[in-house]
């Protein structure tokens, strides 16, 4: 395990835009089915167990690898997002898909992370559905650069020092997980109860 920080802050804060009931489009890696990558997330949510009053454990269900958004509903037109997922499935369905290994941990100030390599397979895809969301919507949000594929296990909901998280990491012997990636999803997002929560879009296959 190696650390980013030596305080952390509540990733929880209501970030510009974002209030309770509001939703977003965007493009996620999610996890429904693999087992292997719930294996090392349970592992942590074990060891990190004792934190709970400092960190917020993911479940399953709602494991991601942030990939790319498009906009608010009710300010993205469905028309436009659906016109995105249908350049960005003729765009993907030449993308071959490809194993990734998750993990181990990074503490990072606002979350428990677990990288993943290679993330060379990863940034195309990324790249596909932005020249996607390009051609439809002129400008694409969010910059390019500055992208890091990750998968959080935990996110800080409290401010105050890094040490007892980074301790609780210290020495395990954690195996990362293998995932096969065979398609992305367009899901609409929300953060109501303090967790990521999503309804899917759509489901575009990698070829």
Request: no cysteine; net charge negative; aromatic share 8%.
């Amino acid at each position: 395990m190696t650390s980013r920080t030596e305080t952390m802050r509540n990733h929880w804060w209501w970030r510009p835009g974002w209030s309770v009931g509001r939703r977003f489009y965007t493009w996620h890696l999610t996890f429904e089915g693999e087992t292997d990558v719930h294996r090392l997330a349970a592992e942590y949510r074990s060891a990190l167990a004792p934190l709970g009053d400092f960190l917020t454990p993911i479940p399953d269900r709602w494991l991601h690898l942030t990939m790319q958004g498009i906009g608010f509903v009710g300010e993205a037109k469905e028309r436009d997002v659906q016109a995105i997922a249908d350049l960005a499935r003729d765009r993907l369905a030449v993308l071959p898909a490809f194993d990734l290994r998750i993990g181990p941990a990074v503490l990072d100030p606002e979350a428990v992370l677990l990288h993943v390599n290679p993330d060379g397979p990863v940034r195309s895809v990324r790249d596909a559905i932005r020249d996607a969301i390009g051609e439809v919507l002129g400008d694409v949000p969010e910059k390019a650069e500055g992208f890091t594929p990750h998968v959080s296990v935990a996110y800080s909901n409290s401010e105050g020092p890094a040490e007892p998280i980074a301790r609780a990491l210290a020495g395990l012997d954690i195996t990362p997980a293998g995932s096969r990636v065979s398609a992305v999803e367009l899901i609409v997002i929300n953060r109501d109860n303090k967790m990521y929560e999503w309804e899917t879009f759509a489901s575009v296959p990698l070829g």
